[in-house]
């Protein structure tokens, strides 16, 4: 959105000057107006790109867009309205610009869902259908309210990872930093003193000498192909479905990891779900949709061979049972809500179940991960010092004899 400087005067005549940001002229004045000034002269200023400028739209962003506008509804604010103060009141730039293209199509007749559809890389398909869901049964603040909730447990699950994971990963790059220091400057020094003694080194000492020159020599290729081989698996991942579909695969069997990743993917369906079960989007769509949810080919080929036999005339129960995929929990949660006719608030248990299974399984693979950590490097130090210091005790021995 444009910059302008502008002179105005106010309704009193006293003159008044600042920056403010509009699309055009005209919006310019409307802005101007409604602080009680108006327009005398004005200038476009160009702005400076930084690379600390906001270029997308994050989690967080959502979440207070979600909230503020179901404030602005709900207390009976003009929708067009209540995204032009939404659009001004934004600290993202880019979140801005998106507001402000939404509020031109809308003022141009377009419905509000689908002008949001317009901007699939911030509202994605489940945020559209809902929306459009809500403009459809008028709901639209209880629609607001709950993607809000949703997307603030998502906010928070990916702070609570990003927060365990913190000091773990500190630890891990202390300790590759402490064998890279000690391959490259400490053992050669060690090396060449135990050369000079001139006697037969063992085995581990032969062994720490070839990683040792290893790392001085090929430094380069020890860095690189890490960086090489996940750049490489990304390209085939995203270009091959059947390796997609298999990467998916083992990341879902992976021990200890793979069992908290499905119960995540499992709580983010089963609240989506519900989610569009509540605001009245049909259960077969909310299953299509949901395919996309999981960002897991695996899961979403389940939900798919489900989707097709619900089509077929076949309960949710049995459908979710017969893919082979989820959970005696789900399935019988799922059973249950529909015997009951409250199937949206047994899939919310469902999600609140995994939930906390999530949240604990966290913390008690990082408290065993800090400790692995330790004991690895531990270890490596114990077999460096152990190749050293070897042939330097033998040789003190032969010359005491």
């Known amino acids: 959105m444009p ?13 008044a000057h600042g920056q ?27 702005k400076s790109a930084t690379v600390f400028s906001a270029k997308k739209v994050n989690l967080q962003d959502l979440v207070m867009f979600c909230f503020q506008l179901e404030q602005l509804t709900s207390a009976g604010v003009p929708l ?12 993202n730039p880019h979140f801005q610009k998106i507001l402000a293209a939404v509020i031109d199509d809308v003022e141009g007749g ?3 869902s689908a002008a949001l559809a317009n901007h699939p890389r911030v509202f994605n ?24 909730t949703t997307l603030k447990w998502q906010y928070e699950l990916i702070s609570q990872t990003k927060r365990l ?33 001139g006697q037969e080194l063992p085995i581990q000492t032969k062994i720490l000498i070839f990683i040792s020159n290893a790392f001085v020599d090929y430094w380069w290729l020890i860095l690189s192909l890490p960086v090489l081989f996940i750049a490489g698996l990304k390209i085939v991942i995203s270009k091959v479905p059947e390796a997609r579909y298999r990467f998916d695969y083992i990341k879902l069997h992976l021990p200890v990891t793979g069992d908290i990743l499905q119960k995540i993917i499992l709580a983010r369906f089963a609240r989506y779900f519900a989610l569009m079960y509540q605001t009245g989007i049909p259960i077969l769509d909310a299953i299509k949709t949901c395919e996309d949810i999981v960002s897991n080919r695996v899961v979403a080929d389940a939900l798919n061979r489900v989707h097709q036999q619900i089509n077929a005339g076949d309960s949710m129960s049995e459908s979710f049972h017969n893919a082979g995929l989820f959970p005696p929990l789900v399935v019988r949660m799922i059973k249950v809500g529909e015997n009951t006719g409250a199937l949206d608030k047994s899939l919310l248990k469902i999600a609140y179940f995994y939930d906390r299974d999530v949240s604990e399984s966290i913390e008690s693979m990082l408290k065993m991960l800090e400790p692995a950590l330790t004991v690895i490097l531990g270890a490596i130090l114990a077999f460096i010092m152990f190749s050293v210091l070897g042939p330097v005790y033998d040789s003190f021995s032969k010359l005491k004899l």
């Open 165 to 197: 994971v913190a000091y773990p990963a500190f630890v891990l790059f202390v300790v590759l930093g402490a064998i890279t220091f000690l391959m490259i400057y400490l053992v050669p020094q060690m090396v060449s003193f135990l050369r000079n003694m």
């Open 110 to 112: 377009t419905q509000f």
């Open 80 to 91: 067009l309205e209540g995204l032009g103060d939404l659009r001004d009141s934004n600290p």
């Open 3 to 15: 910059t302008y400087n502008y002179k105005a005067v106010d309704q009193i005549g006293r003159p």
């Open 125 to 148: 398909n489940v945020f559209v259908s809902l929306v459009k869901a809500g403009e459809q049964t008028g709901n639209l603040p209880e629609v607001f309210e709950n993607l809000a």
């Open 20 to 46: 403010v940001d509009a699309m055009n002229e005209v919006d310019l004045e409307l802005r101007l107006e409604r602080i009680g000034l108006s327009l005398i002269t004005f200038r476009a200023v160009t």
